[in-house]
């Protein structure tokens, strides 16, 4: 008497379709950024270059707009965010256009100390 082998279903095909799936995604997919909002021209300054890491907070000020995060802001909207902030620890970098006002940059350096977050760093344009 002939014994009879159980048929399985053949996983290759599967294996493949999945093998080129990831291949698909990882290829097509867009690698994150650094968050800006705004195209600032900045200040040069001669100062040594900071690392970024993944925690700290972009604040972004042109003559007209601020961003926070990559997302554009009104003064009452940055406040907001700067008030969820619970790591007062936490690096807030700072970018300002070199056109803008004197009165706009107080306000937002206002706005840093109001919260207690002293953690900040200006950004400028190495020479």
Do not use: C, W
């Not at 995604?25 to 195209?39: D, H, Q």
């Amino acid at each position: 008497m002939k014994r009879r082998e159980t048929l399985g279903m053949d996983l290759t095909p599967i294996i493949d379709i999945v093998f080129i799936l990831l291949i698909f995604f990882m290829l097509t997919s867009v690698f994150k950024k650094e968050e800006f909002a705004l195209k600032l021209t900045l200040p040069s300054a001669q100062a040594k270059e900071l690392e970024v890491n993944q925690e700290e907070i972009f604040i972004e000020v042109s003559q007209d707009k601020l961003a926070i995060k990559g997302i554009s802001v009104s003064f009452n909207s940055l406040e907001d965010n700067l008030k969820e902030i619970k790591d007062k620890n936490r690096t807030i970098i700072v970018r300002i256009d070199k056109k803008v006002m004197y009165e706009k940059v107080i306000k937002v350096l206002d706005l840093l100390q109001k919260y207690e977050l002293h953690n900040l760093a200006l950004v400028t344009n190495p020479n």
